[in-house]
């Protein structure tokens, strides 16, 4: 058992999850760091503990059944805080030629990733009394753009996920967040996108200054989390100033 009150945060070992993982610390939280690289989590609990907070290294696989399961039997408590962060795009492909493998794989992360994580930590967000469940989803949630076909699926599917939970556990102690971001730069989403291509990833980002960073989401992700429990921040969209829609970004050369 733990006395700070417990923060899972998945997809943690780089980018958003990592930033988040850093900031609900500062907060308080003992925060629950999960990925599939065992390696950077070590390293980010050790950054963590150096500044002062409390923080459990746990490596799990969002699309592997048993290797949930097990995350749920090493919380040491009950949670107060779920981040379904862990997720990516892969590919920019038009949906006639895009990889079936790719669009399976982008599914499978973001929206059963989120699933099966959900169902796993019910009981222990319930058990907390008052818990908030975070969906980090995307503007390709409700915005199709051209290549995008296979992100913005699973990501508008995540979405109906997110909504659909928030009706089922109206009357529970339970709150069902959403933050969709526009473009943030991060040192993997892209790179990891263009299959390692850097020069693809970063055309992204050219010419905008200021796009979002992780830590911009880790923000958001402590505001809608440190609200009074009683409310609830149903859709949080941000998107950096030079980014006024997902078609329409200003650039300067």
Not at 55 to 72: E, G, I, K
Not at 140 to 155: L, Q, R, S, V
Request: with cysteine; glycine share 10%; charged share 20%.
């Amino acid at each position: 058992m733990t006395d700070s009150p417990i923060a899972v945060v998945t997809g943690a070992s780089s980018g958003i999850g990592a930033a988040s993982a850093r900031r609900l610390a500062a907060d308080g939280f003992h925060v629950i760091a999960t990925a599939r690289r065992a390696e950077r989590l070590t390293a980010l609990v050790a950054e963590i503990e150096a500044a002062g907070g409390r923080a459990t290294a746990v490596a799990a696989d969002v699309t592997d059944d048993a290797s949930v399961r097990a995350l749920a039997e090493a919380v040491p408590g009950p949670v107060t805080l779920l981040v379904n962060n862990a997720g990516g795009a892969l590919g920019l492909d038009p949906v006639e030629s895009g990889a079936i493998a790719d669009w399976q794989r982008m599914y499978d992360t973001n929206v059963l990733g989120t699933l099966r994580v959900t169902q796993a930590l019910l009981p222990a967000l319930d058990a907390s009394g008052a818990a908030t469940i975070v969906v980090i989803g995307s503007t390709a949630a409700f915005t199709p753009y051209e290549g995008g076909g296979g992100y913005a699926a699973a990501k508008h599917a995540q979405t109906a996920l997110a909504g659909t939970l928030r009706l089922e556990l109206n009357g529970r102690p339970i709150r069902v967040i959403e933050i969709d971001p526009g473009m943030v730069r991060t040192e993997e989403f892209s790179l990891t996108r263009f299959d390692g291509d850097a020069a693809r990833a970063a055309a992204v980002y050219r010419g905008v200054a200021e796009p979002l960073v992780a830590e911009d989401i880790a923000d958001c992700v402590s505001w809608v989390a440190t609200r009074p429990h009683h409310v609830n921040v149903d859709r949080l969209v941000v998107r950096p100033l030079a980014q006024a829609a997902q078609h329409k970004v200003h650039r300067v050369e």
